[in-house]
């Protein structure tokens, strides 16, 4: 028997009546196939993007969420938007033996907070903090790309480049924090990890 629902007082029959797999194969091929969450390429500007997303294990693609207040009429709530806050993006990179990955942001952190008295954008003055997506002249922050691609990771750069499905654009960005490095005896064929996470001022999406 097939499924119905209702719509406008009306009986439409179900897109879903044939569920056989011959179907769901056609669905999937349709629409290019599943998304596959190990196929993806980070872009920071002013960095070897392709050294970065070569050493990156993982990363997240930012959320969205509604903020509300609860608004009665009568006896009856209602939920009413008046806001919304967009979650942090964390990355994890695994760290060659030139540090390579830690001391980018190690520097990038510096170049906020500074490394010595007087030699950060903190210890000279706050009124020296500039925001731009274009980076330089004492802006601390960086436009950040992250996408997910069809085909190969490791042919970002080359003649056979995979294609960008979807992804988004941070605006602003900068980091919030990096990680501490956890080194023992028992992690003998372990490799360093570091976790940054960003932080910014918007995020839009970038097809």
């Not at 980018?104 to 500039?130: A, C, T, Y």
């Amino acid at each position: 028997m097939s499924e119905v629902e209702r719509t406008s007082g009306k009986l439409v029959r179900s897109v879903y009546q044939d569920n056989s797999i011959d179907t769901f194969k056609s669905a999937i091929s349709k629409r290019g196939g599943f998304a596959r969450a190990n196929r993806f390429e980070i872009e920071i500007e002013g960095t070897d993007n392709k050294d970065l997303t070569l050493f990156c294990e993982s990363v997240t693609l930012p959320g969205r969420s509604i903020i509300t207040h609860d608004r009665y009429t009568s006896s009856k709530g209602y939920k009413m938007p008046y806001g919304y806050t967009d979650g942090d993006v964390t990355m994890v990179f695994n760290v060659t033996n030139d540090f390579h990955q830690l001391n980018f942001f190690r520097n990038w952190l510096n170049e906020i907070i500074g490394s010595g008295s007087g030699s950060g954008l903190v210890d000279q003055n706050w009124v020296n903090f500039k925001k731009g997506t274009n980076f330089g002249d004492a802006s601390y922050t960086r436009l950040v790309k992250i996408g997910v691609i069809s085909g190969d990771p490791w042919s970002i750069g080359t003649d056979t480049a995979s294609e960008m499905i979807s992804g988004v654009v941070l605006h602003n960005a900068f980091p919030l924090s990096v990680s501490d490095l956890e080194l023992s005896n028992a992690n003998e064929n372990t490799i360093i990890q570091v976790t940054v996470q960003l932080g910014y001022d918007t995020w839009e999406i970038n097809r």
